[in-house]
C-alpha cells in the first residue's frame, strides 16, 4: 500500500522539483546545460523523497 501511495506522489513530487531546479538555473543566467541537470537532480531527489512522505502519510 505504500509503495502505491508513493507512486502517487512521486507523479507530484517530481514535476514540481524538476520545475523549482529548471527555473532556478534559468533565473541565475547559467546556460544550457544547467537546466538539464537540475531535471536530473530532481529526478533523483525525488526517488526518496516521494518514499518518506508515504511512509509518513501511512
Known amino acids: 500500500m505504500v509503495a502505491r501511495l508513493a507512486t502517487l506522489l512521486f507523479s507530484l513530487i517530481l514535476p514540481t522539483l524538476m520545475g523549482v ?3 532556478g538555473f534559468l533565473m541565475a543566467g547559467f ?4 537546466p538539464i ?3 536530473a537532480v530532481g529526478l533523483i531527489l ?4 516521494s518514499w518518506a512522505v508515504a511512509r509518513t502519510l501511512y
Request: no cysteine; aromatic share 0%.
Open 31 to 34: 546556460g544550457t546545460p544547467g
Open 46 to 49: 525525488s526517488l526518496p523523497l
Open 37 to 39: 541537470v537540475a531535471a
Open 21 to 23: 531546479g529548471i527555473l
